[in-house]
């Protein structure tokens, strides 16, 4: 069965578009354009509406990224989005994660109770919110801040929350194939 990602050819390139994917490139460390951005470059108005998020939410803040892409990936196999949990257990592996820990994202969406509990208390908030988002509570945020998260990473925790869902949505809309790329740093990360 075609499927939107595989129905289009890649976008025309245009020097708006080049300077889009090259922006992409930069804010994930990515060798290359991943395919998710290369299919939505076909609707660059709505291109230019989901840059922001990586960009913003996932590239940028106070939070560090590593937990963020451990957010995303648990949230990314919670709602069986094999593109997003792929890609980004190789940006996971980039920035030191453990097998263990992405193996505890993958089939638990969490990390291990043996890892370090700030963490795992931010992952577990997000993983709640991507499942029912008004189901946070007062409790929630006074674990958090206990925990030593301030409001920014708080408030953080819940973007990322959102962005991973937003993420997923839109790759599993389009049945995006993952990238060989990707594939390969998964292959090549596992094997060592």
């Known amino acids: 069965m075609k499927t939107i990602s595989t129905i289009f050819e890649n ?5 708006e578009l080049e300077n889009t994917f090259e922006t992409i490139k930069e ?27 990586m960009k913003y939410i996932l590239g ?14 648990a949230i990314s196999s919670l709602k ?8 980004h257990q190789v940006f996971c592996y980039s920035m030191g994660a453990l097998p263990e820990q992405i193996e ?30 008004n189901l946070s509570s007062e409790e929630d945020f006074i674990t958090l801040k206990t925990l030593g998260y301030s409001k ?13 869902v937003f993420y997923s949505h839109l790759a599993d809309a ?6 060989e790329g990707f594939i390969a740093a998964l292959s090549d ?3 060592d």
Request: hydrophobic content about 45%; overall charge negative; aromatic content about 6%.
């Open 174 to 179: 389009t049945k995006i194939n993952v990238d």
């Open 152 to 164: 920014a990473e708080i408030l953080e925790i819940i973007a990322m929350s959102g962005m991973a």
């Open 80 to 87: 069986h989005c094999n593109y997003c949990e792929t890609a």
């Open 104 to 133: 505890s994202l993958v089939n638990a969406h969490t990390l291990p109770d043996s890892d370090n509990p700030k963490d795992k208390a931010a992952i577990d908030f997000a993983v709640k919110l991507s499942k029912k988002p």
């Open 27 to 53: 804010e994930l460390g990515a060798p290359f354009v991943p395919h998710f951005f290369q299919v939505w470059g076909d609707a660059p108005m709505a291109l230019q509406g989901i840059v922001p998020a």
């Open 11 to 15: 976008p025309a390139v245009t020097p």
């Open 60 to 73: 940028s803040g106070v939070l560090d990224r590593k937990l963020k892409e451990m957010i995303m990936i």
């Open 189 to 191: 990360t596992v094997e």
